[in-house]
């Protein structure tokens, strides 16, 4: 076993331990693979959906949007009210390895972007986003990842050392805004590749 260098072990939620898509939720609404990929790219698009992330409230993001497009107002609303849908599930290995290092006693920390009000319904849905010892969620924070705030909000609020936090994350430009604010930081890829990361910071996996 090599020397520890990390303390604190962070996980981003989507795309690392929630596995979630919208299409799991619109193959039912809009069996047509080209409509549904227009409607997810052109109508409600990710960069409508971080809006949310950042703290807009859902009701007034529905809204907006089905005025802009009333044709479409029934899928708009579907995107709120079913948003539990493209929620699948957890990844079970990468749970493995979260629920380990709790067991090692190594303290477990969320940094996601993700709308407040959903994240409530995550949480109430999956058990273990309840475990983490500490959350900073996008949506409460009014900021999102690669803003060097949020990580700055993580690092303040539990006293944590950067250069002694790991943190993981599916998307590159989250990892490089980690390290830009002195994280320890590696792209999430699978749960096998993550555990060998730990392992060679010295963490009892």
Do not use: C
């Given at each position: ?160 050392d950067p250069a002694r936090t790991f943190y993981t994350d599916d998307m590159q430009y989250n990892v490089d805004g980690a390290r830009a604010a002195g994280l320890d930081a590696e792209l999430f ?17």
């Amino acid at each position: 076993m090599s020397e520890r260098t990390i303390d604190t072990v962070v996980f981003d939620i989507g795309g690392v331990l929630l596995d979630w898509s919208p299409d799991y939720l619109y193959a039912e609404l809009i069996p047509d693979a080209d409509r549904r990929r227009h409607f997810l790219t052109t109508i409600a698009t990710p960069e409508w959906n971080a809006r949310q992330d950042a703290g807009r409230p859902w009701a007034e993001a529905v809204a907006e949007l089905s005025s802009l497009h009333p044709e479409h107002s029934e899928w708009i609303e579907a995107y709120d009210a079913g948003w539990l849908k493209m929620a699948k599930g957890i990844f079970g290995d990468t749970a493995e390895v979260l629920t380990e290092l709790q067991g090692h006693g190594i303290p477990t920390y969320a940094l996601t972007n993700f709308s407040a009000e959903k994240w409530a319904v995550a949480k109430e849905a999956f058990a273990i986003l309840r475990t983490f010892d500490g959350e900073v969620v996008s949506g409460h924070e009014q900021t999102i990842k690669p803003d060097e705030k949020i990580y700055r909000i993580l690092l303040d609020r539990f006293d944590l050392d950067p250069a002694r936090t790991f943190y993981t994350d599916d998307m590159q430009y989250n990892v490089d805004g980690a390290r830009a604010a002195g994280l320890d930081a590696e792209l999430f890829t699978n749960a096998a590749t993550l555990r060998a990361h730990l392992r060679t910071r010295g963490l009892p996996l």
